[in-house]
């Protein structure tokens, strides 16, 4: 654990890898995996240490609304704002691949802000890095057509995946965006008319977002 403590995390004082490691429990958990949901309690605060996580919003009526990815040396600004308050999730969480991630304690949180300067810069960058995402997510829907915003989804998809071959279906994809399965597949169409992508099932191949 050590090893892969201080690979993800460089920047944590020695003391404060040792707290993690005596009071963290590792697991690894397979894709697919529900971390967190709406309205249950947080009793911890994962740190992913390898993997992809998607965060995201749902009504009652199942539509969601996708905020971010998390991935290896990061944690989720929302779950850390609530476990430092009122303790009850506002987001879902989904494992995308296979993930290792540690749980931490929530009354660790501020007790560390507290006591590790690394500890408090990293939950300040993680929130600003998030809002800043999560305000880039609202100019989306607030100014883009649905062209681009499929264009910029297909993007992050393939950054969070580190690779130009996306595992998703159209359904999956139009969920995330908050449109229909008939739309997002009319509109992938296009794209590979015009060589930007080329499908096949539950496979998308990114050939040149700029076509």
């Given at each position: 654990?050590r090893?892969?403590?201080?690979?993800?995390?460089?920047?944590?004082?020695?003391?404060?890898?040792?707290?993690?490691?005596?009071?963290?429990?590792?697991?690894?958990?397979?894709?697919?995996t529900?971390?967190?949901?709406?309205?249950?309690?947080?009793k911890s605060?994962?740190?992913?240490?390898?993997?992809?996580?998607?965060?995201?919003?749902?009504?009652?009526?199942g539509?969601e609304?996708?905020?971010?990815?998390?991935e290896?040396?990061?944690?989720?600004?929302?779950?850390?704002?609530?476990?430092?308050?009122?303790?009850?999730?506002?987001?879902?969480?989904i494992t995308?691949?296979?993930v290792?991630?540690?749980?931490i304690?929530?009354?660790?949180?501020?007790?560390?802000m507290?006591?590790?300067?690394?500890?408090?810069l990293?939950?300040?960058?993680t929130?600003?890095?998030?809002?800043?995402?999560?305000?880039?997510?609202?100019?989306?829907?607030?100014?883009k057509?649905?062209?681009?915003?499929?264009?910029?989804?297909?993007?992050?998809?393939?950054?969070?995946?580190?690779?130009?071959?996306?595992?998703?279906?159209?359904?999956?994809?139009?969920?995330?965006l908050?449109?229909s399965?008939?739309?997002?597949?009319?509109l992938l169409?296009?794209?590979?008319?015009?060589?930007?992508v080329?499908?096949?099932?539950?496979?998308?191949?990114?050939i040149?977002?700029?076509?």
């Amino acid at each position: 654990m050590r090893e892969e403590l201080q690979k993800q995390f460089p920047q944590f004082e020695p003391e404060l890898l040792r707290e993690i490691e005596s009071s963290a429990s590792l697991e690894e958990l397979p894709s697919n995996t529900l971390l967190m949901d709406i309205g249950l309690p947080i009793k911890s605060m994962p740190l992913i240490l390898s993997g992809n996580v998607k965060i995201f919003r749902e009504d009652e009526e199942g539509h969601e609304l996708f905020l971010y990815y998390i991935e290896g040396g990061e944690a989720c600004a929302l779950s850390l704002i609530c476990s430092g308050r009122e303790r009850i999730s506002k987001i879902k969480a989904i494992t995308m691949d296979s993930v290792r991630l540690l749980r931490i304690p929530v009354d660790k949180m501020d007790d560390w802000m507290r006591r590790y300067t690394s500890w408090y810069l990293f939950v300040l960058e993680t929130y600003q890095f998030r809002l800043e995402g999560m305000l880039n997510t609202i100019d989306q829907i607030a100014f883009k057509n649905m062209d681009e915003r499929l264009l910029n989804h297909l993007r992050v998809l393939s950054e969070a995946a580190n690779s130009y071959v996306i595992e998703a279906t159209h359904r999956s994809i139009a969920a995330e965006l908050g449109s229909s399965r008939e739309v997002v597949s009319r509109l992938l169409k296009r794209l590979e008319r015009r060589g930007v992508v080329s499908m096949s099932r539950n496979h998308i191949k990114i050939i040149d977002l700029f076509a």
